[in-house]
């Protein structure tokens, strides 16, 4: 007897063993297919693993499969050698990991095909009159299959009025078939470019003769300084390999964000290019997919998770930002799709290139370390120069609604020279809380150790972290007293007083409240780039990657919001975020300035930054990280851990320590900070702890990993407390 091994999507690491269906040959059947089968009360899609003559379990316990939904695996063997992969380095369970690699329809067992694929018509020699009089529905919706003799889809049945579930009586009487159309998407061009490529500077030349130089597997770190041109590098290195029948992959930080980038690369391109954005409905998602496994989609654009899309004939693969921490899943399964992509393109022989003015430093340090081949753009393209910096140092002096008075002056004189100036500060709403001048009470959270943000339109008091919303209190929940006052200053109160100081020029305001709706930032770009003078206040969405050519003046409001962060890597932050908004000044004819109002003129961090540029700011950095045993010279990962009540979590997380560390054959090398609270312990109602575990050998560090994971899942607390893994984690919080 044969037996299916299955990964599901669960929380156990554990492959499942199933009986084949009825009438079911599994020595036919390829890995990777997809089979439905009862689990627990739920049924649920799995994947085939293998095939085996033998199970752990005795054979009348094993359940019988419900029915293998493939004849061939809706992924290729390269991704799902990928998935595999990931399951295993980020320490997540198999079955969720592959289910993670499909589209959400494909997860849920619907067939592996396009939208119109399947379609109805009327058998030959169908007629009306074999109808009865009383079957009125049947009639019309055969009338409606008559009038369509190419076939029709059910959602086009369903929206002429038609009930599909008649469409089986129709069936059953022999008057109608179902069958498989086979859309033709291929787009045969031989003109690929809809527009003439700009003429390379010599350094972007290097650039794409590196990219398009060797075939095979090669990662590139293309480090190039803001506005130096990155976005025409992969514009040209892909028209090569377009040209050659193959397709690009190119993945970006948030597409909602950067609609500029995705309008230049189908301005272009005189091919198909998909783009996977959040608003996609499943159906939409599932055919992009289709189309990008089958070859018809030449050009790949999408977030983190669309490191998994299948290509037919994989040419390239760039990451857009590298160094933005989006591309890190949060939760769940933590895959960081940067990394990802550099596997990937190993496993398909093909060229990365991970583009940023601001690397990771763990980036950095691949490339000194001779591991990513280097890059570097370091003018900026066309007419354009470097911006330059002032330090502004607000020490004593007086802000209003977080502007100060030489900031305003500044303001004024780019505006009446009729260009455009961008605010950043990363904080929104109206101010970050809410106090009572006669007691110092302080708005906070209920379930979080935060305060809550005050925010104007509405009028609410909101927690930025658990999102929890509560009315504005009228007075004080402590004294009593009415004399509450907002504290510091968001994007919504600089916003009110820039328009008040400023009442003939457009406030322009972009952060989360104002750019949810579907086209928002769109809508605001437009109107941005119609050039006349307007001030944009916003958050660090305004540094992604945007190219305003009016711009001339750029203020950071609040420089040194991350300079003592408990994050390590809290400069490293700041710093890309600091170059990332300044270097929205000054891109086109127009010299740039660059305004940083700081508490810290004459710290050592900001003023390297400004005088020398990121390039030595990050290589102290490195040399830091490296002298104080932190990645990216060592490898890290952290456990977590989090329960309703207090010490529960740091309990729970002690105990595994003590057991491991006890083990005379645990894995050498393992350094270990914690278990300790995490630094906002208390977060949506949980008391939440952290244990991390440092290791100069990765494989050392996974093995004790492993063992960690066993111990947890054993342990009998574990009802008590939800815990999960994070290997590289990129936030230490
Ligand atoms: N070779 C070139 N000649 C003239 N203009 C160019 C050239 N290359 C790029 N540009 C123009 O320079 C501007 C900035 O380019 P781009 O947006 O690609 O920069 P970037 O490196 O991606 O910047 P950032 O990292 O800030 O997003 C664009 O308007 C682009 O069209
Ligand atoms: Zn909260």
């Known amino acids: 007897m044969s037996y299916l091994q299955l990964a599901i999507p669960s929380p156990l690491r554990r492959l499942f063993d199933y009986r084949p269906p009825a009438g079911c040959s599994p020595e036919q059947l ?31 316990k094993l359940k019988p499969a419900i029915a293998v939904l493939d004849t061939t695996p809706p992924m290729p063997e390269s991704i799902l050698k990928l998935a595999r992969w990931a399951a295993n380095y980020y320490q997540h369970p198999l079955g969720d990991a592959l289910s993670q690699a499909l589209p959400v329809l494909l997860r849920k067992g619907d067939p592996c095909e396009y939208a119109h694929q399947h379609l109805w018509r009327s058998t030959p020699g169908a007629d009306i009159a074999q109808l009865g009089k009383t079957a009125a529905r049947q009639r019309e919706l055969l009338l409606l299959l008559l009038e369509h003799p190419n076939g029709i889809s059910e959602d086009a049945i369903r929206a002429e009025g038609g009930q599909t ?33 700009l003429t390379l500077n010599t350094e972007q030349q290097q650039a794409v003769n590196a990219i398009t130089a060797t075939p095979g597997f090669k990662s590139f770190l293309l480090q190039g300084v803001t506005g130096s041109g990155k976005t025409e590098v992969y514009l040209q290195a892909i028209e090569h390999f377009i040209r050659q029948g193959k397709q690009a992959l190119i993945l970006v930080p948030e597409i909602g964000l950067t609609p500029q980038t995705v309008a230049r690369f189908k301005a272009r391109f005189n091919l198909p290019v998909v783009v996977l954005h959040s608003n996609l409905t499943d159906r939409q998602r599932l055919d992009a997919w289709l189309q990008a496994r089958e070859g018809t989609a030449r050009i790949i654009i999408g977030t983190r998770s669309a490191i998994f899309t299948p290509l037919k004939s994989p040419g390239v693969i760039f990451i857009d930002e590298e160094h933005d921490t989006s591309f890190k899943q949060q939760d769940g399964f933590r895959y960081n799709a940067r990394d990802l992509a550099v596997m990937r393109a190993n496993v398909e022989q093909i060229p990365v290139v991970l583009g940023t003015a601001t690397p990771a430093i763990e980036s950095l340090y691949n490339a000194q370390q001779g591991r990513y081949h280097w890059l570097k753009l370091n003018q900026r393209a066309g007419n354009a120069r470097a911006p330059e910096f002032e330090l502004l140092d607000i020490r004593q002096q007086p802000l209003q609604d977080g502007l100060s008075a030489p900031l305003v002056a500044q ?36 379930r979080c150790d935060a305060h809550m943000t005050l925010h104007r339109k509405p009028f609410h008091l909101h927690c930025h972290h658990c999102d929890s919303q509560r009315p504005v209190p009228i007075k004080c929940d402590s004294c009593g007293s009415t004399e509450l006052k907002p504290v510091g200053a968001g994007t919504e109160r600089t916003e009110e ?56 003046l750029v203020a950071i409001l609040n420089a040194d919001s991350g300079l003592f962060s408990a994050d390590f890597r809290g400069m490293e932050r700041t710093a890309q975020l600091i170059l990332q908004v ?31 540029g ?41 105990t595994l320590r003590n057991r491991l560390e006890s083990d005379i054959l645990q894995p050498q090398g393992i350094q270990w900070l914690g278990p300790l609270p995490s630094p906002m312990e208390k977060r949506a109602g949980l008391f939440r702890a952290q244990l991390v575990l440092q290791c100069r050998d990765r494989k050392n560090l996974h093995q004790q990993l492993h063992n960690i994971i066993r111990e947890a899942e054993d342990d009998p607390d574990t009802r008590k407390v939800r815990w999960s893994v994070d290997v590289d984690p990129v936030d230490m919080f």
């Not at 059953?172 to 179902?178: C, F, I, Q």
């Open 411 to 446: 303001i004024r004189h780019h505006l009446q020279q009729g260009t455009q100036v961008l605010i950043f500060l990363n904080r929104r709403g109206f101010a970050p809380t809410l106090m009572c001048h006669d007691c110092g009470w302080l708005a906070d959270c209920k």
């Open 30 to 60: 390829s890995p990777g297919v997809r089979v439905k089968v009862p689990f627990g009360r739920r049924e649920v899609t799995g994947i085939l693993i293998n095939v085996t003559q033998h199970s752990e379990v005795p054979p009348d």
């Open 497 to 552: 007083a820039l328009q008040k100081l400023f009442p003939s020029v457009p406030v322009i305001r972009v952060d989360r409240d104002t750019t949810q709706r579907k086209n928002a930032m769109q809508q605001i770009m437009d109107r941005v780039h119609q050039g006349l003078p307007c001030i944009l206040i916003g958050t660090q969405m305004l540094a992604k990657g945007h190219h305003f050519p009016k711009v001339t």
């Open 165 to 197: 579930p008649l469409l089986k009586k129709l069936a059953d009487k022999g008057l109608a078939e179902s069958f498989i159309h086979n859309t033709d998407h291929h787009h045969h061009s031989d003109q690929p470019l809809h527009e003439a490529p």
């Open 582 to 612: 300044a270097g929205r000044a000054g891109r086109a004819d127009h010299p740039g300035k660059v305004v940083m109002q700081t508490h810290h003129a004459d710290h050592p961090t900001i003023t390297s930054l400004v005088t020398e």
């Open 614 to 654: 990121y390039q030595a700011f990050a290589e102290q950095e490195l040399g830091q990280r490296i002298a104080a045993y932190l990645p990216p010279s060592i490898h890290c990962a952290m456990f977590r851990a989090e329960a309703s009540h207090p010490g529960v979590a740091e309990r729970f997380l002690g």
